[in-house]
C-alpha cells in the first residue's frame, strides 16, 4: 500500500512541477537560463486606465505621454478634436496636421508591424481613403479598441492596434495594454503630425 502512495505522491508532484513552471520556464530552461521574447498574445486586453484612455479618444480627447501627473499616472492631454475650437496651443498645432499613410507606416515600422499588419492598420485608421490619417481619423480608430461592439472586421482591427500597443515601443506582451503602452502609440503619432506642415 505504501508504494502505491509514494507512486501517486511522484506523479502529483511531477504533474504540480510541469504546471507551474509553465511553457516560458522550460523555454529558458531548455536555452541555459538566457532571456526569451515573449510570443505574442493571441487576445488583447486593456487595462482600466488604457480603457479610459480609449474612451477619452471616443470624446475626441487624445492622451500622450507627458511631464504632468494626473489622475492616469504620467500622462497628460495634449490634444483635443477641434469640434467647437481647440482645447490648447497643442491642439490649434495639431489640428489639421494628418499624417500621410507612408510616414503612419514608418511609425507601425518602429512598433514592429510587418507588411500585412501595417497595410490592415493603414487601412482601419484611414476611414476616408484620402492618403492620410487625420487626428480624428485616428482618435476614432483608438476608439474602436474599447469594447467588443461592433462587426467582426472592427474587431479584427481592434486586437490588431491592441497587439501593436501591447508588443511595439515600451509594450511587453503580456496580453493587456497598460497605459503607458496605449500613450505611446499616442504619443508616437502626435510626434509624427507635429513634424508634418500645416496642411492648408
Given at each position: 500500500?505504501?508504494?502505491?502512495v509514494?507512486v501517486?505522491a511522484s506523479a502529483?508532484?511531477?504533474i504540480?512541477?510541469?504546471?507551474?513552471?509553465?511553457?516560458?520556464?522550460?523555454?529558458?530552461?531548455?536555452?541555459?537560463?538566457?532571456?526569451?521574447?515573449?510570443?505574442?498574445?493571441?487576445?488583447?486586453?486593456?487595462?482600466?486606465?488604457?480603457e479610459?484612455?480609449a474612451g477619452?479618444?471616443?470624446k475626441?480627447?487624445?492622451v500622450?505621454?507627458?511631464?504632468?501627473?494626473?489622475?492616469l499616472?504620467?500622462?497628460?492631454?495634449v490634444?483635443?478634436?477641434?469640434?467647437?475650437g481647440?482645447?490648447?496651443?497643442?491642439?490649434?498645432?495639431?489640428s489639421g496636421?494628418?499624417?500621410?499613410?507612408?510616414?503612419?507606416?514608418?511609425?507601425?515600422?518602429r512598433?514592429?508591424?510587418d507588411?500585412?499588419?501595417?497595410?490592415?492598420?493603414?487601412?482601419?485608421?484611414?476611414?476616408n481613403?484620402?492618403?492620410?490619417?487625420s487626428q480624428?481619423?485616428?482618435?476614432?480608430?483608438?476608439?474602436?479598441t474599447?469594447?467588443t461592439?461592433?462587426?467582426?472586421?472592427?474587431?479584427?482591427?481592434?486586437?490588431?492596434v491592441?497587439?501593436l500597443?501591447?508588443?511595439?515601443g515600451s509594450?511587453?506582451?503580456d496580453g493587456?495594454v497598460?497605459a503607458?503602452?496605449?500613450?505611446?502609440?499616442?504619443?508616437?503619432?502626435?510626434?509624427t503630425a507635429?513634424?508634418?506642415?500645416?496642411?492648408?
Amino acid at each position: 500500500m505504501s508504494a502505491l502512495v509514494s507512486v501517486l505522491a511522484s506523479a502529483a508532484s511531477l504533474i504540480f512541477n510541469t504546471a507551474s513552471s509553465g511553457p516560458a520556464k522550460s523555454v529558458a530552461s531548455r536555452r541555459g537560463g538566457a532571456d526569451v521574447e515573449p510570443e505574442p498574445s493571441a487576445v488583447v486586453t486593456l487595462s482600466p486606465q488604457a480603457e479610459a484612455m480609449a474612451g477619452f479618444a471616443g470624446k475626441g480627447i487624445m492622451v500622450s505621454q507627458g511631464k504632468v501627473e494626473n489622475a492616469l499616472g504620467a500622462l497628460t492631454t495634449v490634444a483635443r478634436s477641434t469640434t467647437g475650437g481647440a482645447a490648447n496651443a497643442v491642439s490649434a498645432a495639431l489640428s489639421g496636421r494628418p499624417v500621410s499613410t507612408q510616414d503612419f507606416q514608418e511609425l507601425l515600422t518602429r512598433f514592429g508591424a510587418d507588411d500585412a499588419q501595417k497595410a490592415q492598420l493603414t487601412a482601419g485608421f484611414d476611414a476616408n481613403k484620402d492618403g492620410a490619417i487625420s487626428q480624428d481619423e485616428f482618435l476614432k480608430g483608438l476608439a474602436k479598441t474599447k469594447g467588443t461592439q461592433g462587426t467582426p472586421a472592427d474587431a479584427d482591427f481592434s486586437q490588431a492596434v491592441m497587439q501593436l500597443m501591447d508588443r511595439g515601443g515600451s509594450g511587453n506582451a503580456d496580453g493587456t495594454v497598460a497605459a503607458k503602452e496605449f500613450a505611446a502609440f499616442s504619443t508616437a503619432f502626435a510626434a509624427t503630425a507635429a513634424k508634418r506642415p500645416l496642411v492648408a
